[in-house]
């Protein structure tokens, strides 16, 4: 529950972000160095870089795959990060910053440059959220923070694509918002709902 607490509140930094957040205003690919922390975030020289807009799935809650074999949710998470963003070598652009806990949000796109897909743009976000293997993050009132990101995901669960196919897949948002509700209840000195 720790980690769903750390989540819970970057995701309110997050919903709270101004837009008058310092930005720079470059594109920069992420570094071969890159220090992988979560399906959805890493780290180069002191700083965290976060997809702006998703939400990996939690380290430590786990699903079972079609073999009957428990997985770590968030280290599937992270494997397709990782996969994607060696495949597709996207460029990714600041969207907020919290200087105070250096960490820079940002939304990453690649451009095809052969194929049948040649010349168009994949934006890493949508593909993560797409094949299943990250959700669109949502503010402290369930409301998502980046609505095509929601979109996304209906259309992955739908199909029942990445980790959809597996029934008992721990929805990170759903465990994030429980958690600031039960915080909530906590603070003011009332029962959690149940």
Known sequence: MRRAKSVAIAM????????????????????AQAQYL?????????????????QSCLRG?????????RRDCGE??????VALT??????????????????????????????SGAGSRIDLG???????FAFAALKPDGKPVHEPYLVAQRIARQARAGLWAFPDLPDPNAVILRGL??????????????
């Open 12 to 31: 309110a930094i997050l919903a709270t972000a101004s837009a008058s957040a310092q930005t720079a205003s470059r594109w920069f690919p992420i570094p």
């Open 38 to 54: 979560t399906g959805d975030s890493w780290s180069d020289a002191g700083t965290t870089y976060r997809l702006y807009g998703v």
């Open 181 to 194: 509700r039960e915080d909530s209840s906590h603070s003011i000195g009332m029962p959690s709902p149940r």
């Open 61 to 69: 809650t786990s699903f079972t795959n079609a073999r009957g074999i």
């Open 76 to 81: 599937a998470s992270l494997a397709m990060l």
């Open 126 to 132: 949508t593909a993560l959220i797409a094949t299943g």
């Open 86 to 115: 060696r495949d597709l070598k996207p460029q990714c652009h600041d969207a907020a910053a919290l200087p105070q806990s250096r960490t820079v949000f940002v939304f990453c796109i690649a451009a095809r440059s052969e194929g």
